[in-house]
């Protein structure tokens, strides 16, 4: 029931990216890509912890929101399923956890902790006064590569930076496309986003600008590290799976949004990954 109420199966769109943030902070300390399974446990338990809190803390701060809304009316804490209290709770829970794993890192990577929940529980509150929150949902996904990076070399460099400017870029491009479903409903109750600012049409032109700038990342991070042509085809290869997302949704058709943004994410960065160990391994 919780795992279901902070729709615990969509950590697979931001935990590839984690993973190649680690594989590559690895690389680029002479080693194979695998930091070892200490490692690569603790990053996947803050990884996934993080996201608790922030979709915890998301589904308690927007529960009034939630309740008006008819796509969302039928989340638990609207229905009664669980409270405020019981989402709090299993917030605070899963903070405790995730300082725990980020202390078995090492210490930058609990130090900053903190800073990163800050922004995961801040983040919610950001559609009541700017457009541009639909934006900062996408820095909220792309804490996880520099995360991972941290978690492995206890560090940061330009190339963790490049990785999560793409994820930042990806990430806000799917939840300008899937906030458009509320478009109408969020101008009636003075809520921001890209597509109530500029309409429907605009977001999904703003959405797939970023998508192409997300790739020129990608592309530039294969460039930086001298990566091999696995990782230029996977970039190829999503660049691909990004275009048949709009085939699947339009300004005029959402009847697909759920597909386009479910399956697509997952496809997006699950390839990344592959193409990342494949790149890495020849």
Not at 72 to 79: D, G, L, Y
Not at 266 to 281: D, K, N, R, Y
Request: glycine share 8%; aromatic share 14%.
């Amino acid at each position: 029931m919780f795992l279901d109420a902070i729709k615990f199966q969509e950590s697979v769109f931001a935990l590839p990216f984690a993973y190649i943030g680690m594989v590559l902070a690895d690389v680029h300390t002479g080693g194979n890509g695998f930091p070892g399974w200490h490692t690569f446990a603790w990053i996947t338990v803050a990884m996934v912890s993080a996201r608790t809190v922030g979709m915890s803390a998301n589904r308690v701060i927007d529960r009034h929101i939630d309740a008006k809304n008819p796509r969302s009316a039928q989340r638990h804490i609207p229905q009664g399923i669980l409270s405020a209290a019981e989402m709090t709770t299993l917030a605070v829970v899963a903070f405790g956890i995730f300082l725990f794993a980020a202390y078995q890192l090492n210490m930058l990577a609990f130090v900053l902790a903190p800073v990163a929940t800050a922004y995961l529980v801040f983040y919610p509150y950001t559609k009541r006064f700017t457009w541009t929150a639909n934006l900062l949902l996408g820095w909220a996904l792309a804490i996880s590569p520099s995360g991972a990076w941290i978690g492995v070399n206890g560090s940061l460099s330009i190339e963790p930076v490049l990785l999560s400017l793409s994820v930042a870029l990806w990430a806000g491009s799917f939840d300008i496309l899937y906030h458009t479903q509320d478009y109408e409903f969020q101008r009636e109750n003075g809520l921001h986003s890209v597509a109530a600012r500029f309409g429907v049409l605009n977001a999904f032109r703003i959405a797939r600008t970023l998508d192409v700038l997300a790739v020129v990342c990608l592309i530039t991070l294969w460039v930086w590290m001298g990566l091999g042509w696995p990782f230029l085809a996977a970039c190829g290869i999503a660049s691909c799976i990004l275009w048949y997302k709009y085939r699947l949704v339009s300004p005029n058709d959402l009847s697909k949004m759920g597909m386009a943004f479910g399956r697509i994410n997952a496809f997006v960065s699950t390839t990344m990954l592959v193409g990342t160990i494949v790149a890495i391994s020849i």
